[in-house]
């Protein structure tokens, strides 16, 4: 949500109307080559594919299914590979105090 509020107040500040075009200070859309340029720098597709891996795991999705869904052979190249933990320290220790509690 930063980011948009940034990108809008940028878009304010120029006198733009953007047309609901967020990151655009014209009326148009970005230009798709410049969209790419963008992605590139600051993301990259092997970031973008680790964090879209990981958000799948997070919900729960089968480990097969992931696999087979992003084109590995093996489930251990999912695993060692694209697996992050996204989730804040206090959040791990809410977590693991959960699965310990004796009901």
Known sequence: MTII???????????VSSND?????????LPEHAIAYLY???CG???ARKTFISALIDAN???????????HADERTTLANYCFDRHSEDEK????ERALMIS
Do not use: M
């Open 45 to 47: 597709s092997h970031k």
């Open 93 to 96: 220790r809410l977590t693991i």
């Open 40 to 42: 590139t720098k600051y």
């Open 5 to 15: 509020e940034t990108a809008r107040f940028k878009q304010k500040e120029l006198n």
């Open 61 to 71: 999705l089968n480990l097969n299914t992931i696999r087979k869904i992003v084109g």
């Open 21 to 29: 075009y967020i990151f655009s200070t014209t009326p148009e859309p």
